[in-house]
């Protein structure tokens, strides 16, 4: 059974730091591009970062740029990503995906989602 489960999310203030984890199971963790993705209220899906099957190439949003780092353990079988100098409008919830390639639409595997708030 495919299982991506995040965590780390929380209430932090503006300008803080938080890091999420997101733990596969079920799948070769490995062979997949893994991605963040995030969903504010009443608003669509936002891409966030994708990183390569090695760690190798990393991409991000214009808007996260700078703030937030994304990486893999492949040997423990998780995705994270280190936010820092947060703002409300990082306010979201965030999802980890996974996929054959550097696309995260054509996604394959999606989690449950933890929640960010950015909030004084």
């Known amino acids: 059974q495919v299982q991506l489960v995040e965590s780390g999310g929380g209430l932090v203030q503006p300008g803080g730091s938080l890091r999420l984890s997101c733990a596969a199971s079920?799948?070769?963790?490995?062979?997949?591009?893994m991605y963040w993705v995030r969903q504010a209220p009443g608003k669509g899906r936002e891409w966030v970062s994708t990183?390569?099957?090695?760690?190798?190439?990393?991409y991000y949003a214009d808007s996260v740029k700078g703030r937030f780092t994304i990486s893999r353990d492949n040997a423990k079988n998780t995705l994270y990503l280190q936010m820092n100098i947060l703002k409300p409008e990082d306010t979201a919830l965030y999802y980890c995906?996974?996929?054959?390639?550097?696309?995260?639409?054509?996604?394959?595997?999606w989690g449950q989602g933890t929640q960010v708030t950015v909030s004084s």
């Open positions: 079920g799948f070769t963790f490995s062979s997949y591009w």
């Open positions: 990183i390569s099957t090695a760690s190798g190439l990393t």
């Open positions: 995906a996974g996929g054959r390639d550097s696309s995260w639409s054509r996604y394959i595997y």
